[in-house]
């Protein structure tokens, strides 16, 4: 286990810049035993910027030959919960410690991904592009409004500094009639380096599954049925490119995305006609430098245009809408004082939407401050800090305290933190159609009170940690069941979330590695309608378990996964449940050549073949098999059977 490996990079490369000290971390706490990437932490990355946080860390590496999304590889990390409306390519959101998908952050590259904490779709970000993401659990208000339960960057994939030419391709086939495609190059150029990335995939989409055609009879047999209208293709293309110049590092990178997709609907409300197709164009550039006495000065601008049009179904004629932000961030560190280590940063942008729905432009400013000390007391570290955010009418605040450190008794290490976040209703949420979600234009802002505490422990050969943690929310925002197959968001007057995550790691051996997550999670609707006074809170699952074994050599690896939630109400009167559900994937990965590397993936997904069903009432494929190719032809340096670092 080398999860220390990022704070210790960090620390080295922090040292090495002027003299400036050490920021004062404790390594943070991550998921997967991989080396730590080469490159240091970006300034708004939690391995930074929040060094108290309850933190997880997953790699796209540790998953290479299989078929996965990125929904697929956040599923391992604890206090998550993922909704996902069944297939490749279909819509997949989460939503993190009871608060909805609205009110989780998630960022690429730390520029946001839509609109002012509007829930992003985690479908149309391809894994091919990602290097690893790092989930920050509980509130994050140091990042941006919006981030009640939490934030999630996604940190794309960077080209290598060496001076050699890599090239790389990976091919996935199976059910349903779905095949994905990855090529990836990168080189040396004009003194620096590039990584270019072309994906595509598309998917037919049309699994069998069980269907009450009688669900008011009690007792009723279910027919088979298969899906219709579930197709999906997607593809997109990733250019990035670092260069050092004149004392400054520079980071650039454009991403475009383009898809089209069946939205299918209910079991009990099919959709045969209604469709969705979308493109997005992203950018963002960073600069940064070490300045004089133990000083770094990052600056990065961002911009983003998304399109879509709806058709069929509900909608009729075709819908189109674009929404578009752009900003500029300034980042200032600074040691000061031998135990302080000061972050301040400056936040400016715009973002519009523009929808045929009622034929109105909107859009409004934003600015944005935040400032960020980390005092280093003994073995110690207090960490507080105050965000203040002005998004069109609305002002928030965000202000936190957090503190970690190491207890004399067998190194273990404690995270605590506690703190408010505020996010203003969307410009999505307000006004936007998006798919099968609905807006609301008389939402009112919301806010959570937050606080958790956990205890965790490095050891030889593995690492555990445990956390408990409470959420208060006013006002809350959520998504909930709008007949007869949409969803639509509601303030809630006030509900509460708590429960208690913990997950572990082990590797009793070189050729295995076992990893475990569990999360409880406990709401209840407060101070609302008598009708719902004490009840739980829809798409929130009571129990949720994750467990992943890999073994064997690296020339031939097997691993097996299983993922298990307990029932769920999907409306406030929690009269619609969704029964308890347990997934189990199995797989085997063979590297036959070194040089060039092959790898050779083959895998059983809900092995058991459940018939689950999730969002609402959206059923999920059953049994589905896959194969995965990969061809690298930068590692012949690796010998076959040489294990991989």
Same mark, same amino acid.
């Given at each position: ?6 704070? #210790?990079?960090?620390?080295?490369? #922090? ?17 997967? $035993? ?42 391992? $990390? ?5 909704? &996902?409306?069944?297939?490749?390519? &279909? ?28 829930? $992003? ?46 090239? !790389? ?9 779905? &095949? ?39 007792? =009723? ?8 209208? =579930?197709?999906?293709? &997607? ?31 209910? %079991? ?30 990052? #600056? ?54 523009? !929808? ?13 401050? #935040? ?68 807006? =609301? ?29 409470? !959420? ?5 925002? %959520? ?86 939630? !307990? ?5 406030? $009167? ?72």
């Amino acid at each position: 286990m080398v999860s220390g490996l990022p704070g #210790l990079a960090l620390a080295a490369w #922090l040292s090495s810049a002027a003299a400036l000290p050490p920021a004062p971390v404790v390594p943070p706490v991550e998921v997967v $035993a991989l080396p730590a990437p080469a490159e240091e932490p970006a300034p708004e990355s939690p391995l930074r910027r929040d060094v108290s946080a309850q933190l997880t860390v997953l790699r796209a590496e540790e998953r290479r030959g299989e078929a996965v999304d990125l929904a697929g590889l956040l599923a391992a $990390a604890p206090g998550l919960t993922l909704s &996902q409306a069944g297939g490749y390519g &279909q819509a997949s959101r989460l939503s993190m410690r009871g608060a909805a998908s609205n009110g989780v952050l998630v960022l690429l590259d730390g520029a946001p991904l839509s609109l002012n904490g509007a829930g $992003a779709d985690l479908s149309r970000v391809p894994l091919a592009a990602v290097d690893r993401v790092e989930v920050l659990r509980g509130g994050g208000g140091r990042y941006a409004p919006g981030a009640l339960g939490g934030v999630v960057n996604v940190v794309t994939r960077a080209p290598r500094a060496e001076d050699v030419a890599r090239a !790389s391709a990976a091919l996935t086939a199976g059910a349903f009639d779905t &095949q994905a495609l990855q090529l990836a190059g990168e080189s040396p150029l004009a003194g620096g380096a590039v990584l270019l990335l072309l994906h595509g995939g598309r998917s037919r989409g049309n699994f069998p599954y069980l269907h009450d055609d009688r669900p008011l009879w009690d007792g =009723n047999a279910p027919v088979v049925r298969e899906r219709q209208n =579930n197709d999906s293709r &997607q593809g997109g293309a990733l250019l990035r490119y670092r260069r050092a110049l004149g004392g400054w590092d520079g980071d650039a990178l454009v991403e475009l995305f383009a898809e089209g997709r069946g939205l299918a609907g209910t %079991s009990q409300n099919p959709t045969p006609d209604a469709r969705q197709e979308g493109t997005r164009a992203f950018a963002t550039v960073r600069a940064s430098r070490v300045l004089g006495a133990g000083q770094l000065l990052s #600056l990065r601008g961002h911009g983003m245009e998304e399109r879509t049009t709806l058709s069929g179904g509900l909608f009729g004629m075709a819908l189109r809408q674009r929404q578009s932000q752009a900003g500029l961030e300034g980042t200032w560190e600074a040691a000061v004082g031998g135990n302080h280590h000061l972050t301040a940063s400056l936040q400016a942008g715009w973002e519009g939407l523009e !929808s045929a729905s009622d034929g109105a432009s909107r859009g409004w400013g934003r600015v944005g401050a #935040l400032l960020v000390d980390d005092v280093q007391w003994g073995g110690w570290v207090l960490s507080p800090s105050a965000r203040v955010d002005r998004s069109g009418p609305f002002t928030t605040f965000s202000p936190k305290l957090g503190v970690l450190g190491r207890l004399p008794w067998g190194g273990l290490e404690v995270r605590a933190n506690a703190g408010q976040a505020a996010r203003a209703p969307s410009f999505a949420e307000l006004y936007l159609v998006q798919g099968t979600l609905l807006p =609301n234009p008389e939402l009112r802002p919301e806010r959570a009170l937050s606080a958790d505490a956990g205890v965790g422990q490095q050891l030889g050969r593995g690492r555990w940690g445990v956390a408990g943690f409470y !959420s208060l929310y006013e006002d809350l925002i %959520s998504y909930e069941l709008y007949p007869p197959f949409l969803a639509r968001p509601y303030n809630f007057s006030a509900a509460c979330a708590y429960g208690l995550e913990a997950d572990g790691e082990a590797r009793p051996a070189q050729w295995l590695a076992v990893q475990v997550g569990y999360t409880l999670t406990f709401t209840e609707n407060l101070r609302d309608d008598p009708r719902y006074h004490g009840r739980e809170l829809p798409y929130r699952p009571r129990h949720r378990a994750y467990g992943r074994v890999v073994g064997g050599p690296a020339w031939l690896t097997g691993r097996a996964e299983v993922l298990a939630q !307990s029932g769920q109400v999907v409306n406030r $009167a929690a009269t619609v449940t969704l029964p308890a559900r347990a997934f189990l994937n199995v797989g085997v990965m063979a590297l036959p050549w070194a040089s060039p590397e092959v790898t050779v993936g083959a895998e059983l997904k809900n092995l058991m073949d459940v018939q689950g069903s999730d969002l609402d009432g959206y059923p999920l494929p059953g049994r589905a098999a896959y194969l995965t190719l990969n061809v690298a032809l930068d590692a012949g340096q690796r010998k076959r059977g040489e294990a991989r670092p």
